[in-house]
Each structure stands twice: as structure tokens, then as C-alpha cells.
């Protein structure tokens, strides 16, 4: 797995991600390449990752937003984009950067920000379960763990108002 971002600043929402990755047991590198300023870089990195067995890019950047289509550009592989909230427009021009791409240069496009980039971990490792049945029983684990947290603050709020009536 190859987590790309455009510029540093952008690791205080992918953080999440990479951390998600982690909880997963999902091996990834992390790089910063910008799709404008060092286009050779994102070249190389997404060959050299595709070389070591990357089968999933997860590109993520803010204002034009360019990197998961250039990321897309250059290989086949599943490409998701997760759009980084920037000044002025706080993620709208990020989101429609990411999402609109020509047809057959897909980029699978999640929510701007923290919470897109915890989608983006969830999805590449849902893509490389596929053929890993680990990995898909741990995405199940986890999938049960939420349903259970979200019964467990329903018992409570349902405890609070009983002891509040």
C-alpha cells in the first residue's frame, strides 16, 4: 500500500489513515510527491511501490487536488483519492478535483477530510481482502466492534434517561 500526499501539512488528516492501516495489520509506505512540483517523484514512487507489490494508491491533497488523478495516470491499479480541506473553499475544490476525472482514469473518491481518510484506509483494505481472508475477518472484527459500541451507547443513553425521569 502507497499513501501519497501533496504536501506535508496534509498528514494531519492522513495520519488517520496510515494509523487505520496500521489497526489492520495493512503493511504502507508514506510519501510526500506533489502532482505539480515533483511529478518525476510521483512517477518513480508509484513504480518503484508497484514493483515491491503496492496494489493500492490512496492519494491524498487540497485546493487543485491533483494527485490521485496523476497518481491514476500512471498505472493500473486502484487509485483512491481523498480530498484535504484547504482555504478558501474548505474541501470543495479538493472533492471536485478528486472526483472529476476523465472517463477510464478512475479515482475511487471518499470524503474530505479525517473522516474520508479513515474510508480511504477501510476501502484499500477492503480491495486486498479480496484475496487475503485475514485481512477480511479483521475488517469483519471491526465491522462488529462498531455495531457493538453503537448498542452500547444506546444501553446508556437509554440507562441516563431512565435515571433522569
Known sequence: MLILMGSKSDWSVMRVCSEKLEEL???HD???ASAHRTPDRVESLIAEGEKNGVAVHIAAAGMAAHLAGAV???TTKPVIGVPIPAEPL????SLLSTVQMPPGVPVL???AGKA???????????ILAVADP???QRLKDERRAMA???QEHDAALTEERRNHV
Open 116 to 126: 474520508g481518510a479513515i474510508n480511504a484506509a477501510i476501502a484499500a483494505a477492503q
Open 148 to 150: 457493538d459500541r453503537v
Open 134 to 136: 485475514a485481512l477480511a
Open 90 to 93: 474548505d474541501g470543495l475544490d
Open 25 to 27: 495489520g495493512v503493511a
Open 30 to 32: 508514506v510519501h510526500v
Open 72 to 74: 491514476a495516470a500512471r
Open 109 to 111: 473518491t471518499v470524503a
